[in-house]
């Protein structure tokens, strides 16, 4: 297996984290339950599922986990929110030297249950694809564009908003290549997929489609969104120097092509669309970008 990315294993042991501090729980309402001392602020406050560390972490990192499987994430949320309702149902029972309610006690082992289920499935979701990542940009390859392509097109009907989705190629690449050779070429490349990940939200996900050419999906509300952000990218590579072995520097330039995905329109169309609003930046100069005609 091949070297997981430095965010794959940060996510994986977050997901590891959030499992251990929920299975400690145990060992707390054991306490609790024996000697009615409290099981700390954490679990008795109305909102301690935003207040855990998983919590915080899940909600800061949320639109990561609804690309890969939106219903899922909605689980987790509803699971996690439901485990700590039981927990402090139940702990607030035994500190009042009342009762408990089974239905508390029910609750809470079905939700944690289901919880772990659905974290180990993420875990797995991540692992299959980090492995799957292009070696060369560590960003993800063609494997997953379409998945993630239908995923995003419901979204945006969802939510009523546009999605784009754009080619973006490097001008001028085979001259590159020619006069400095292949591993140089590949460090260009490296470092573009480097400056275009800082330059796109982290919703916004970028794929290595081949050669040097990255395809990028696009959310937004409007028309004029979509072409600042691509004026954007234009402004950001072209700033942004790419340092080569003795310290020379070389810059460049990048064409998009963008396409505006219908409701019910399927990868290749709309890849199709792209990639023709693409040429026409390359015959109309470089270093701009086209959206094509919808």
Known sequence: MPDLPAETDFVIDELDAAVEAHMNWTRRIVRCAVLRSTPGDDVLDPQAHTLCRFGGWFAANRGYFEMLDPDATNRVDAMHRTMHDAIRSICEDVMGARPGCERDLDAFEASQSELLGLLARFKTLILARAVRLD????????????????????????????????????????????????????????????????????????????????????????????????????????????????????????????????????????????????????????????????
Not at 169 to 193: C, M, S, W
Not at 226 to 245: E, N
């Open 135 to 294: 070696p060369l940009t560590r960003l993800p390859g063609r494997y997953s564009i379409e998945s993630d392509f239908a995923l995003y097109q419901k979204e945006a009907r969802r939510n009523r908003t546009l999605l784009y989705l754009a080619i973006i190629d490097v001008d001028h690449f085979k001259p590159i290549n020619d006069t400095y050779g292949h591993p140089v070429g590949d460090e260009v490349l490296r470092q573009l997929a480097d400056t275009l990940k800082r330059t796109l939200r982290e919703d916004e996900p970028l794929y290595r489609y081949g050669g040097e050419e990255f395809l990028w999906l696009l959310k937004c509300k409007s028309a004029p969104e979509a072409r600042k952000s691509a004026r954007r990218v234009l402004a950001t590579v072209g700033s942004t120097p790419v340092q080569i072995d003795d310290g020379e520097i070389l810059r460049l330039t990048v064409t998009l092509g963008l396409a505006l995905a219908g409701e019910r329109e399927d990868l290749a169309s709309a890849i199709k669309r792209a990639d023709m609003a693409l040429y026409d930046g390359k015959r109309g100069g470089r270093n701009r970008y086209v959206i094509a005609d919808s």
